[in-house]
């Protein structure tokens, strides 16, 4: 409606000749990638809401929903940071994984209290991001080589600390993943998720520190010559992807009581293609938290359609694909409006 | 008999430049011609058109008497038409012989590359050449002077008429230069013409016959070398009208800001020192490869110093990193503003903030409306030419783009700020206002060290002229009165032994 507007509005000013409106919608678009998810997301929304007037609007399918893309939402964030520096890492969903089961160990095995078995689950993470960063930084050897042989490391070390698994950890630690809020009734990862877009949205919209991370993708060499320090910096970001790995795979597995060897298999590829679907490309140098969690919100609604729908599982990969694609020749388009 | 190759009235337009403005030579087989001339004085462009790198815009290319057509690079070998680039054409990561045969690999039964072959075949041109080179071992394991002649292997593996060398010394010892000239002398004995684009006056004395100097891409004269002077030749170089002018300054250079002492950076910085004072240009001059930016990245941190005392102020500074300098209050605005100095994809904002995030915060907030005052000032004080703070800078032109560049380590406010090429890539008008805005830093109490390849740019800009040559601070000039005969000397002077070498090995 109110595009519709702004182009009506355009086309009475006497300027030099118009391209065709749906062109100029299309760019409009194209220069807000959080625009334009946002409006696809409502868009989606509406429409199941109308097709499946009983299935997808209702409390528990929403709950749902909200709840399973929780783990993708806090990984998005530090995914996000990573690729805004221009780098990327493969092993969360290892280090997830690693994450979940040392947790699991020291709470169910050692019977350590849950609030430090919460601590080494994160730290866990921390660490594994740490080495991530050292090996890209101190070696030098490219991320996608680096993080691509820890993920088959870390999730060795998983297989090698808890054979398949720590089934069940303790009560008191299964608390910290199923505590509920008395109002809409949603599990406890759902509201760190919340807690840790908010901030990190704020962190790297705003803040000086973070900031930073812009000018290290943006062009590495003339941010190491305006005084800003890479290295340390693309080494703080892997740590915190790997924090953020952690309390991910603390959370997933104090909700389940479980902590499950195989936690986060793919996941990697999905929250990847959440960060780029939310604006973020490979050169590094753009992309917001904001645009990352719509791009995860999208994705949660597209496989939620497939499952009421029950076309089913198999197409889910065929329109995520496509979507990526076309969000990314969105930003050609974007680039040739410039010029 | 005919001239090997004859260029009349050759004519070559860039968009906005003229590269080359009626320009005739001829050169006999066999004879060893430099082309020699300043920066931008077209001697590259010469070479590059002939060997059908660039095409020509006018005028008439012959080859042993034959009109060459429009050429490309392939071409031009086929007719014995060899080029070594200036800056290399090698795939470090390819053997040597395929590096010598690129595309054109001896081949065995569908198409499949006979690699014995090649091998022997490469290693018969390189030893022709006098050396030994494993022809199976990767060019990134090369010495540049092995790497140099691995070039010149591969233009001989045509039959060849005539070998252009474009600045092939320019990586090489002295040592390394020798042995490079014994190879291109046997070329010319056996008939080859060779064309030696070059500004080391040394060499050319050393190695070559006849000599054409361009200036500003016309000719400016053609010697005999044994019937000319080093004088004579710089004159040719230098001598046209200097269109910038010095202003006369009634400014006061204040206490030493800054001191460099014996600083060295392997390889190409060996010993150098400097010292600037508050409100004075210091201009670092010398030839391309005399370690003059690589001494500033020395001084900035951003290249590992090995010795050397750095003071601010009277106090020692140990620069690791640029942040290190950044907080002793050191700026350098680097030589290549594309792929060292901007964020092309980034706004106004942002790129001026990049130095000083913390001047543009509160808190931890970044605060976009600080950041934006601060740019918008530079905008006005430097008189960028932009619609909006918010403008991409990849978007604005060399000059403006340059002018951000400086904005960005105007705002952290230097106490020393180093500019390196502060006119590169720039129009002329953008260039005076350049040399404005450095004269007025300096009027506030800035020291600027200001790296230039341009000597007229270091003649109308310093207060005081250091130059380099070969890692090493060679000399000083007080910049009111010094001329660029007295400057190229000094840069040459270290250079000019090549030619005693040679005058023993006649002589003995």
């Not at chain 1, 528990?60 to 780098?87: E, H, Q, S, W």
């Not at chain 1, 994984?97 to 993470?125: F, K, Q």
């Not at chain 2, 060292?340 to 903030?353: E, P, W």
């Amino acid at each position: 409606m109110s595009v519709a507007q702004i182009s009506e509005n355009e086309a009475q000013a006497p300027v030099e000749q118009r391209e065709a409106l749906p062109l100029r919608i299309v760019r409009r678009l194209a220069n807000s990638r959080e625009l334009t998810l946002f409006v696809l997301v409502v868009l989606l929304a509406l429409a199941m809401t109308i097709v499946y007037p009983h299935n997808f609007p209702t409390g528990p399918n929403m709950r749902a929903v909200l709840l399973n893309l929780a783990p993708v939402g806090i990984l998005v964030c530090g995914m996000m940071l990573l690729m805004i520096a221009g780098t990327f890492d493969l092993s969360v969903g290892s280090t997830l994984a690693l994450s979940g089961v040392w947790a699991g160990v020291v709470a169910g095995w050692w019977g350590w209290p849950a609030e430090a078995a919460l601590l080494v689950g994160v730290l866990v993470g921390a660490v594994a991001g740490l080495i991530n960063g050292l090996i890209v930084t101190r070696i030098g050897i490219n991320a996608l080589i680096a993080t691509l042989g820890t993920l088959t490391i870390y999730r060795s070390l998983t297989y090698v600390t808890a054979g398949t698994g720590v089934t069940p950890i303790s009560d008191s630690f299964a608390e910290y993943g199923r505590a509920a809020d008395p109002i809409l009734r949603i599990q406890s990862p759902f509201w760190a998720m919340l807690i840790l877009v908010l901030v990190g949205g704020w962190l790297v919209a705003r803040t000086r520190f973070f900031r930073q991370f812009y000018f290290v993708g943006g062009n590495p060499r003339a941010a190491q010559l305006s005084g800003i320090r890479v290295d340390r910096l693309i080494l703080i970001g892997f740590i915190i992807m790997g924090a953020l790995a952690g309390i991910a795979g603390v959370l997933g597995a104090a909700r389940l009581n479980s902590a499950v060897v195989n936690a986060g298999v793919g996941i990697e590829l999905k929250v990847i293609t959440a960060t780029v679907l939310g604006g973020a490309s490979l050169k590094g140098g753009e992309g917001t938290v904001l645009g990352g969690i719509l791009g995860v919100l999208f994705i949660a609604l597209i496989e939620n359609a497939m499952i009421i729908n029950a076309v089913g599982v198999f197409w889910q990969g065929l329109v995520v694909g496509l979507v990526l694609l076309f969000a990314v020749s969105l930003d050609r388009f974007k680039t040739a409006g410039r010029g | 008999m005919a001239p090997r190759l004859q260029i009349s009235q050759l004519c070559k337009t860039f968009p906005g430049v003229r590269a080359l403005d009626d320009v005739s030579i001829s050169v006999e087989p066999g004879e060893i011609r430099a082309l020699l001339g300043e920066n931008g004085a077209g001697k590259s462009t010469l070479g590059k058109i002939v060997a059908g790198v660039y095409s020509r815009t006018s005028g008439e290319v012959r080859l042993d008497a034959a009109v060459l057509g429009d050429l490309d690079e392939k071409a031009a070998g086929e007719l014995g038409i060899g080029i070594v680039h200036q800056e290399g054409s090698l795939v470090p990561q390819l053997s040597v012989a395929e590096n010598i045969f690129a595309g054109r690999q001896p081949t065995k039964w569908f198409g499949q590359v006979d690699i014995r072959l090649m091998r022997e075949r490469a290693h018969a041109l390189i030893a022709q050449l006098g050396v030994a080179i494993d022809p199976a071992m990767k060019v990134a394991f090369l010495s540049p002077a092995q790497a140099q002649i691995v070039e010149i292997a591969k233009a001989l593996s045509r039959e060849l008429r005539l070998l252009i060398l474009d600045e092939p010394t320019a990586a090489l010892t002295l040592t390394e230069t020798e042995k490079l000239f014994e190879i291109v002398r046997r070329l010319a004995r056996d008939g080859v013409s060779v064309i030696y684009v070059s500004h080391r006056l040394a060499e050319i004395f050393a190695l070559c016959d006849s000599v054409t100097v361009l200036k500003d891409g016309r000719l400016a004269g053609t010697r005999k070398v044994a019937e000319t002077t080093t004088d004579e030749l710089i004159r040719l170089m230098v001598g046209r009208e200097v269109h910038l002018t010095r202003e006369a300054s009634a400014r006061q250079a204040g206490p030493i800001v800054f001191e460099a002492d014996g600083v060295s950076a392997p390889p190409l910085v060996r010993s150098a020192s400097i010292t600037v004072r508050a409100g004075e240009v210091v201009c670092l001059a010398g030839l391309i490869g005399s370690g003059r930016s690589e001494f500033c990245e020395a001084i900035f941190g951003a290249r590992r110093r090995t010795a050397g005392d750095i003071r601010i102020g009277g106090a020692p500074v140990d620069p690791h990193g640029p942040w290190d300098a950044k907080h002793a209050g050191i700026g350098m605005v680097p030589e290549d503003r594309k792929t060292s100095g901007l964020f092309l994809g980034m706004d106004l904002v942002n790129n001026i903030a990049a130095t000083v995030l913390s001047k543009v915060s509160s808190g931890a907030n970044f605060s976009n409306s600080k950041a934006e005052r601060l740019a918008g000032g530079f905008v006005k004080e430097l008189r960028i030419a932009t619609p909006s703070v918010r403008k991409i800078v990849g978007e604005l032109s060399g000059g403006n783009q340059q002018k951000v560049l400086l904005a960005k380590w105007l705002a952290m406010e230097p106490r020393l700020l180093i500019v390196d090429e502060p006119t590169r890539g720039v129009d002329v008008g953008a260039r005076s206002e350049i040399y404005r805005l450095l004269r007025g830093l300096a009027e506030k109490g800035v020291a600027l060290l200001v790296v230039s390849s341009e000597l007229p740019e270091v003649l109308a800009l310093a207060d005081r002229i250091v130059v380099m040559a070969e890692g090493r601070t060679v000399g000083e000039l007080p910049g009111e009165g010094a001329t660029e005969e007295q400057v190229l000397r000094l840069a040459t002077r270290f250079t000019s032994s090549v030619a005693n070498v040679r005058e023993e090995a006649v002589g003995a």
